[in-house]
């Protein structure tokens, strides 16, 4: 929304499997986070990124990895050992940590 | 603890009235307020942020902010339908690293 784009919109994975999920901007934004909702629930934060080629871990970072190799992009991965990454995948973006955030579409993901 | 309180609600009010939607935060060096709006099965959607004590107005929102008391509100005026859904309220600051830390919201129906 707003010059992000969050993709896939809907991802089944297998058990075992590693998914990597896209999130791109063009907004010329330096920070990027990354959250996971679960039904009900708030955001909790699993990564985010204030500068190329750096990043941090948020409130539930076990299991995931993220990379930040360009501006625009900062794709996440949801790994095996993720025990329960069944839930609502956000990312966003803002101008520098201190300021509002926008959100992308969000990409559902669930284990079958 | 929790660092971002919200009622879960719901807050249920008829059409036309106000509707008031309150926050607590534990973190005194905080300085950045926001509230989102999200719809069932969507992202979140930025409406207002406040960053002095006092009031700021943007149509029919108003956020007001106490930060001697760690509260922060949002008064929604001549409700509509159209408002039923869930505000989380997000608040960042110097402790927390200025990362984005959301309430797990408070969900509003508007009765017609």
């Known amino acids: 929304d707003g010059g992000i784009t969050q993709s896939p919109k809907y991802l089944f994975r297998k058990e075992g499997q590693n998914v990597t999920l896209s999130c791109e901007q063009n907004?010329?934004?330096?920070?990027m986070y990354w959250y996971r909702q679960d039904p009900g629930q708030g955001l909790r934060l699993i990564y985010y990124s204030q500068i190329v080629n750096d990043f941090q871990k948020g409130d539930i970072a076990e299991g995931y990895s993220v990379s930040r190799e360009k501006k625009e992009s900062f794709p996440l991965t949801v790994t095996s050992a993720q025990k329960n990454p069944t839930a609502f995948y956000l990312c966003a973006i803002s101008r520098t940590m201190n300021t509002e955030a926008f959100f992308g579409q969000g990409t559902r993901l669930t284990v079958v | 603890q929790k660092e971002v309180e919200q009622n879960s609600g719901p807050l249920s009010v008829p059409e036309g009235a106000i509707a008031s939607l309150n926050c607590t935060y534990s973190d005194r060096g905080s300085q950045s307020f926001f509230w989102y709006r999200q719809y069932s099965g969507k992202s979140p959607e930025l409406i207002m942020f406040i960053y002095s004590n006092g009031d700021k107005e943007d149509g029919r929102f108003t956020a007001q902010l106490n930060k001697a008391s760690q509260y922060v509100s949002l008064l929604i005026r001549d409700s509509q339908p159209s408002d039923s859904a869930t505000y989380l309220c997000?608040?960042?600051?110097?402790?927390?690293?200025?990362?984005?830390?959301f309430g797990s919201g408070t969900r509003l129906l508007v009765r017609p």
């Open positions: 997000a608040v960042n600051g110097m402790d927390s690293s200025y990362k984005l830390i």
């Open positions: 907004l010329n934004h330096d920070a």
